[in-house]
């Protein structure tokens, strides 16, 4: 099952759909807030952006309030009524599933559903997610009856345990500035996208945690990253670190001197992941037991 990925919050292209994410979980603001003309100017101002660039927005969510369903579904429908528009509905950690069916007797079948944001025990969010994709699922295949968008989803394990048709995450510019690209594991002779990737520190600057970087590695991995480097059409280029002036001294321009080639690198990444992040599928949420019911 091939999988589109947005990568990022915004507005994204890929495989010729544009998704457009408000880019704003409202969470730690009192809920009155909502009900402040200041809000509802932000939204005017979305659904005016939402309207004005509609030529190239295929899909965009709703402004959610994370924690609170009963005020997105009114921002929703505010949407609906008073600007014409059709955002993806949006659902949260610990909603329950009675939303979905409104949104779905709407005529929805596209749907966003929040990550692993706000501290939310991963332990505890399979405990949920299991639920709504079981609830969404068809009972013979197991696979989903509508398109589910997950929000801010970078997590490997939960990318690999639910059938999204869609994530975004910002996973692969972060790794990028931090001077680091993404290589899947090397195993039995072929890249396995199958297991947790590595990042790799590809520049030179310390750092102050422990990350495997690819200028002190032992030679077979080292040469491991490089093949995987080489396959993508990319050079590792050279870089030194000059401690006496705290500065990287380029001596052969690459992935290790560019954030650009590098946020290149790893968006391609993650399309080769996605065309083999659910082979062989099995739909683990319909063998655990409905925890919050």
Not at 5 to 10: E, P, Q, T
Not at 220 to 239: A, S
């Amino acid at each position: 099952m091939n999988i589109p990925l947005l990568l990022d919050s915004g507005a994204h292209s890929l495989y010729n759909k544009h998704v457009m994410n408000t880019g704003r979980g409202f969470l730690n603001k009192c809920y009155d807030w909502y009900y402040t003309d200041e809000f509802k100017a932000y939204v005017d101002a979305y659904a005016n952006f939402v309207k004005y660039y509609s030529e190239y927005i295929d899909y965009y969510v709703n402004v959610d309030a994370i924690g609170n369903p009963e005020l997105t579904f009114k921002i929703h429908e505010y949407l609906e009524k008073e600007h014409g528009l059709r955002p993806m509905p949006v659902i949260h950690y610990l909603t329950d599933v009675s939303w979905i069916k409104k949104y779905m007797d709407k005529g929805y079948d596209y749907i966003a559903v929040g990550g692993l944001g706000q501290e939310v025990d991963k332990s505890n969010y399979y405990g949920w997610a299991d639920m709504v994709f079981r609830y969404i699922s068809d009972s013979v295949t197991k696979l989903p009856i509508i398109k589910v968008h997950g929000l801010a989803i970078a997590n490997f394990e939960i990318l690999r345990r639910y059938p999204w048709y869609s994530v975004d995450a910002s996973t692969f510019i972060k790794n990028s500035g931090y001077g680091m690209i993404l290589v899947p594991r090397y195993v039995n002779g072929k890249w396995d996208y199958n297991s947790q990737p590595m990042r790799v520190k590809v520049t030179a600057k310390p750092h102050k945690r422990k990350i495997l970087s690819i200028w002190v590695c032992g030679d077979w991995l080292r040469n491991v990253i490089l093949q995987y480097i080489e396959e993508m059409g990319y050079n590792l280029g050279k870089v030194v670190w000059d401690a006496k002036n705290n500065k990287e001294v380029v001596l052969e321009e690459g992935l290790c001197s560019s954030d650009d080639l590098r946020f290149e690198f790893n968006a391609r990444f993650f399309l080769q992941l996605c065309s083999k992040l659910h082979e062989n599928f099995e739909p683990l949420y319909f063998n655990t037991s409905n925890l919050l019911t």
